[in-house]
């Protein structure tokens, strides 16, 4: 029983990581104040990019920069639609996610002509397990043992990357002075542009923050949890870490335990395939592959808790003139 | 203070076209990039789209999807609502077709299960849209996010039902068994067949006619009645629409009630007028795509009419397109299509102001 604990946890790590990094990148663009239905399109974009350079390169760490590269490229095309065009902010999102599923599957196609896919990638073209020194050793102590070999050791360079940069968002969005204006933008856009400072600059790079996340979030998934690209590989996680951000209500921390809520969720999943519960027989695996989708739609509608949005999100600002 | 007006005719064709254009420009510079030529490519496309009956056939096969799901879109839309659950509203209007074919198909005639089946497309797809409609208009909730939660809640639902209650017995793919020929919807080869004129095959069927109906009756709903007043008064200026006495939540709901039920029209199509069963996934993305239309067709249902028909040839075109030259993937539609949601949709400004700022300067002049 514990040990399929340990193990239902250890895959939840792993299925919450890219939607840590996802969510956070979420929360950097909403927090200035640009709605970000785009994190799918991100994901699967540089999921893509850092497979095909990976291929191409032979190294992971060229795929992940590749990733962000083109994650922020898109970033950056949401952000000239949003912030230099006051365009809708959604529109703007779909039309990413729309031409990065179609792209993707182009460029693969005549790239590698393995029907969109992308070659296998193995050896140091792959983020490989770290192991924990000693943790061989440790495997026997009884429950330190496993929680520590099993769960905490051999995972990839990413999975620890995610967790470490929860702390730094905390410190970047509440401690520093660029995240204060942040911050503000995202709630009264017109106080910060009083003060001498550019809204347009301060939206500019959170969204370019955003990229980066996402970059990281889209590389895990076709250079860590998975060995290449494959067609319609983000397969909604931008959408559960969307889902994910307004659970956690736009703070970090709640964010990535919201994150690991919901990687939980789907870890008990697949194991529950087929399994009878007392009393209940067998529970069908939608309905636990739906709760992370239902469960927000009720917190939006105030049924448990209350989740507000910075003021300002989703709407265009246009500086005074005259 | 008097504006300089802009013509007519530059807000309703110049602008679309110009943002189209951009869209195909980039879309041929992708095709460049992959080494193929894009004149070549758009050759294939227009032939495959329009260049022999079986393939306008399909066009407006792929339109009769495109015009549902992009007035579902275009309606909300006017009432300044982002209804981005066309996808899930379609997926669980056409359980609502597929689950009155089913019923009645053994025992009612034809012409009793097509008015069935519409009742029920439309009441799953509005039903659909009816949870996050209330949410938005009484508890406050997002209307995009829970409408993108829902999509994926009938994607869920739509596996657990065919799978667990809907699969024909005895066979491995979630399929319910094929309806009795009283529940097709007939070609529209044979409709013209029987008075006596040939068309080649084609999945075309008589939704296309629904379709076009239904423009019909949602101009006449937004531009012509009272109701239509309220939804464009709530759409222009919310705040002004309160003090007008207008009831903005009531509005919101059932202007998603009718969205929705458009949406769930994708189904009639799908499952009654070509695959004859439930399925899986065979809104494939056509609720997405409303959208597109949506913008392009700037709202107006003769506007979605030729935007679903631009959509369709490209579907259609693309597949040709995809069998003349391998190394294109029928995908590159859908590249097309963010394109034009980019353009027209998110980037509107970007040429709209600078050639509206043209016309006002020389017509100033």
């Known amino acids: 029983m514990f040990e399929t604990l340990i193990l239902i946890l250890d895959a939840t790590l792993r299925v919450s990581t890219p939607l840590i990094l996802a969510a956070l990148a979420g929360l950097f663009a909403e927090r200035s104040g640009i709605v970000d239905i785009g994190l799918e399109g991100k994901i699967l974009g540089a999921a893509f990019a850092a497979a095909a350079a990976a291929a191409v390169f032979g190294s992971a760490w060229i795929g992940l920069l590749f990733a962000i590269i083109a994650s922020v490229a898109l970033a950056l095309i949401h952000g000239f639609a949003c912030i230099t065009h006051r365009g809708d902010h959604i529109v703007s999102g779909v039309a990413i996610n729309t031409i990065v599923a179609g792209l993707t599957v182009t460029l693969g196609l005549d790239w590698f002509s393995q029907g969109g896919q992308t070659p296998a990638l193995t050896g140091d073209a792959r983020f490989t397990s770290i192991t924990f020194p000693f943790a061989d050793a440790l495997a026997d102590v009884p429950v330190i043992g496993l929680i520590y070999s099993e769960l905490l050791s051999g995972h990839n360079i990413l999975v620890y990357l995610a967790f470490a940069i929860v702390p730094l968002a905390v410190w970047i969005i509440y401690k520093t002075r660029f995240g204060l204006r942040l911050r503000a933008v995202g709630e009264n856009p017109h106080a910060v542009d009083t003060a001498g400072i550019s809204v347009a600059f301060i939206r500019y790079r959170a969204m370019i923050i955003c990229g980066i996340l996402c970059g990281l979030a889209g590389a895990y998934l076709s250079t860590a ?38 990687g939980f969720l789907d870890a008990v999943a697949v194991r529950m395939q087929g399994v009878q519960v007392p009393g209940i027989g067998e529970v069908p695996v939608q309905a636990i592959e739906v709760l992370p989708y239902v469960l927000t739609v009720l917190l939006l509608a105030g049924f448990i808790g209350k989740a507000v949005a910075p003021k300002a999100v989703g709407r265009p600002y246009v500086k005074e003139r005259g | 203070m008097s504006q300089p007006k802009v013509p007519v005719w530059v807000n309703l064709a110049l602008i679309p076209f110009i943002n189209i254009m951009l869209a195909f420009l980039v879309s041929a510079l992708v095709i460049l990039a992959i080494g193929e030529n894009p004149i070549e490519a758009a050759g294939y496309l227009v032939y495959g789209a329009f260049g022999y009956e079986e393939g306008i056939g399909y066009t407006l096969y792929y339109a009769t999807n495109l015009i549902f799901t992009g007035l579902a879109v275009s ?244 597949s040709e397109l995809a069998f003349e030259i391998p190394s294109i993937t029928p995908e590159i539609v859908v590249v097309i299509q963010g394109l034009v949601i980019l353009f027209s949709g998110a980037l509107e400004h970007m040429c709209k102001d600078r050639v509206e700022a043209f016309f006002t300067r020389t017509s100033a002049a």
């Open chain 1, 225 to 262: 949890h998975n060995a290449g690209f494959l067609k319609d590989m983000s397969a909604g996680k931008g959408y559960i870490a969307l889902a994910a951000l307004i659970f956690g209500k736009w703070r970090p921390v709640p964010v990535m335990f919201a994150c690991l809520l919901f």
């Open chain 2, 75 to 318: 309606i909300a839309f006017k009432a300044g609502i982002f209804n981005i659950g066309g996808e899930g509203q379609a997926y669980i209007g056409g359980l609502g077709v597929g689950l009155a074919c089913l019923a009645f198909d053994q025992t009612m005639p034809f012409y009793v299960i097509v008015p069935l089946a519409i009742i029920g497309g439309a009441a799953f797809g509005a039903a659909w849209a009816y949870i996050p409609a209330y949410l938005s208009a009484r508890r406050g909730s997002h209307v995009v996010i829970t409408t993108i939660m829902f999509n994926f809640i009938a994607s869920s639902l739509m596996v657990y039902l065919m799978v667990n209650w809907l699969k024909q017995e005895g066979r491995m793919s979630p399929n319910s068994r094929t309806f009795e020929e009283s529940a097709w919807l007939p070609y529209m080869h044979e409709m013209l067949a029987a008075i006596g004129i040939n068309i080649e095959q084609s999945p075309l069927n008589a939704s296309f006619l629904w379709a076009l109906i239904c423009c019909v009756l949602i101009w006449g709903l937004i531009w012509h009645t009272r109701w239509g007043y309220q939804l464009r008064t709530v759409g222009t200026n919310a705040t002004a629409a309160i003090y007008a006495g207008i009831d903005n939540g009531k509005v919101t709901i059932w202007v998603m009630l009718i969205s929705g039920a458009l949406a769930g029209f994708v189904g009639l199509n799908e499952i009654m007028g070509v695959q004859h069963s439930l399925l899986l996934n065979f809104t494939a993305g056509f609720g997405f795509a409303g959208i597109a239309v949506s913008l392009m067709g700037r709202n107006h249902p003769v506007g979605i009419i030729l935007a679903a028909i631009l959509f369709g040839a490209l579907y259609q075109g693309g």
